[in-house]
């Protein structure tokens, strides 16, 4: 099937979950509101809620959300990006950038697609973008080569596994070694199996060039060695390949940072910006890439996103005209400032929700019955209507892992997995269950956002009634501290693409990507393998039912509450258009105007 008339495709869409490469960790609230530039007639500024703290979204530690919307900006991240073959529209369709490349399917059995990227291509230091570069996304992204066994709780027990992926190798993992194209302008991969979220596989990530250099080899030697290396076998494992190594190493953490990179290999682009100037804790200033030729490059030169913690502070500096735009965590104080400045607002629901997990790998947590009395004591519909409930009247609590109430599966989920039975605490329910025991709970969240730490107050005290003893372990550097999984509980947002299903293998897997909570249940691993190649939307419901069940039997943790989402600016912007995913406001900054 070539899709040649039209740029857009419309996905059966039966979970608000992630597209291909992964959910983002939301509300990493910090920043301040100082910063000495200025916006001029030739710069947008914005302001956003989280921190930048790394140019490479997609690993397990930098997978949050301002790092994902920077790597849109200035390439891919998250499996979507402006310097890449897709993007998704506000109803979460498949925008197809055919002003970089094409793909087709050009076989159903067995499914054979075909990438073709526009001839001229080049990334922002003048390095042309080739097949090399596909070819390194497939590797990046495939775990081809791994050859790691795992235990019960997704730790590597022997063999390699090269690329610390906050996502998922699911859907690559099943294509052989991809046949690269005489003009080293095309990839073409051929899948053992179908796949259903194959429209989403965005066959680009970081610069081959960059890579090789890291490792010490040139991007020739670097794609020589990927076509001789053997796939990896966990059955035979073997030494790990020092050159494949280097680069996966550097991949993992050297785009981590604190500073301005001296390196500017770090800042390649193949997007139409390119970060240019970068104070921790307080902005990140992007420029026009003057090597890209495609649609989306924005009229304007500079864009300068501003990171401001606090709601106030971003509506004082958006009445102040030092932003033009915000995007601030909603509450009804947020909406009333808002309205008060006569500000344009732009409101939404967001394809984000937050949830408090059990951590499984935790010894108070080993026995089911003190789960289920940990989770019986959680006061939901308080929490619901002292947070959400003021924004959005119409609200609800949460009662399904993977659906969110305007899907279409949503009422058959929660009538099967049981979750709104949880709705209100049953502490006498709890005090049964405990039967006189007062097990010590630590609980990870973020102390800098204040949702988060108005939930866990309410949950502390609603827990110690039931003789619980809960310890404090709230910290503004809790996206670092989840995967260690050094707590028992945790309670946290995920924000994500809003299509596909790859937020199954990534959140529920034994060992996946954004498995932090170390839950294992080997119906759920079947599920969810099942769940991937699976095109029958009516069965894929079914799964993913069946798989909310399962972690509601398993007493996993509890879903909260959809969060409620808003940008603003005070018209001196055009283009500003509500986005609910985890691109957030900057979705579309190419089409921005200044207009005063």
Wanted: hydrophobic share 35%; proline share 5%; glycine share 8%.
């Amino acid at each position: 099937m070539k899709f040649t008339t039209s740029r857009r495709s419309r996905l059966v869409t039966a979970t608000a979950v992630a597209g291909i490469a992964a959910l983002a960790l939301a509300g990493c609230t910090t920043g301040g509101a100082d910063n000495e530039e200025e916006p001029d007639s030739s710069t947008i500024s914005v302001a956003t809620t989280n921190a930048l703290t790394s140019f490479n979204g997609d690993t397990t530690q930098g997978n949050l959300d301002t790092n994902g919307m920077v790597g849109y900006l200035t390439g891919v991240s998250g499996g979507l990006g402006l310097g890449s073959f897709l993007t998704l529209d506000p109803a979460f369709e498949i925008v197809r950038e055919e002003s970089f490349g094409t793909y087709e399917r050009i076989s159903e059995d067995p499914l054979v697609v075909k990438y073709t990227l526009n001839d001229g291509l080049k990334w922002s230091d003048g390095e042309p973008i080739t097949a090399d570069d596909m070819l390194f996304s497939w590797v990046n992204n495939s775990g081809y080569y791994d050859d790691a066994s795992f235990d019960d709780e997704g730790a590597v027990t022997t063999g390699t596994q090269y690329f610390a992926l906050a996502g998922s190798t699911t859907g690559l993992d099943m294509t052989a070694f991809p046949e690269i194209g005489d003009d080293n302008l095309s990839l073409t991969l051929t899948y053992e199996k179908p796949f259903a979220d194959w429209e989403l596989v965005n066959m680009i990530s970081k610069p081959a060039h960059v890579m090789a250099e890291k490792a010490g080899v040139s991007v020739e030697e670097l794609t020589q060695l990927f076509k001789d290396l053997p796939a990896g076998d966990p059955a035979a494992p073997v030494e790990p390949n020092a050159t494949l190594k280097a680069v996966a190493d550097f991949w993992n953490t050297g785009y981590d940072v604190t500073s301005m990179p001296e390196d500017e290999s770090l800042l390649v682009s193949s997007g139409p910006f390119i970060v240019t100037d970068f104070t921790p804790e307080q902005s990140v200033t992007l420029g026009k890439n003057p090597e890209y030729k495609g649609d989306n490059e924005p009229e304007y030169e500079n864009l300068i996103i501003r990171f401001i913690g606090d709601a106030n502070a971003q509506i004082t500096a958006l009445q102040n005209g030092e932003v033009n735009a915000i995007y601030p965590q909603a509450s009804a104080d947020t909406v009333t400032a808002l309205e008060t400045n006569k500000a344009t607002l732009h409101e939404g629901d967001q394809v984000s929700y937050d949830h408090l997990d059990l951590n499984f790998g935790s010894d108070v947590f080993a026995d089911a019955a003190v789960r289920e009395a940990f989770l019986k004591t959680i006061p939901r519909q308080q929490i619901l209507e002292s947070l959400i409930t003021p924004v959005n009247p119409e609200a609800e609590v949460l009662n399904s892992q993977i659906y969110v109430p305007a899907n279409e599966s949503y009422a058959d989920a929660v009538a099967a997995s049981g979750y709104d039975a949880y709705n209100e605490p049953d502490v006498e329910g709890a005090k049964a269950l405990l039967a006189g025991a007062t097990p010590t709970v630590r609980i990870l969240y973020n102390t800098d956002n204040p949702n988060r730490v108005d939930s866990f107050q309410a949950v502390k005290a609603s827990a110690e009634e039931a003789g619980f003893i809960i310890e404090d372990l709230g910290s503004p550097d809790w996206s670092t501290l989840l995967p260690g999984g050094d707590y028992d509980a945790s309670i946290f947002g995920w924000i994500s693409p809003g299509t596909g299903t790859a937020a199954l293998p990534q959140i529920f897997k034994t060992g996946g990507g954004g498995n932090y909570n170390n839950y294992s249940n080997a119906t759920v691993d079947a599920l969810v393998d099942e769940s991937q190649i699976t095109l029958d939307s009516e069965r894929l419901a079914e799964i993913q039912i069946g798989i909310d069940t399962e972690t509601a039997k398993d007493f996993y943790g509890l879903p909260l509450f959809q969060l409620p989402g808003i940008f603003a600016d005070n018209g001196t912007i055009s283009g500003i258009e509500y986005m609910g995913n985890q691109t957030g406001i900057v979705w579309n900054a190419q089409d921005w105007k200044l207009t005063s």
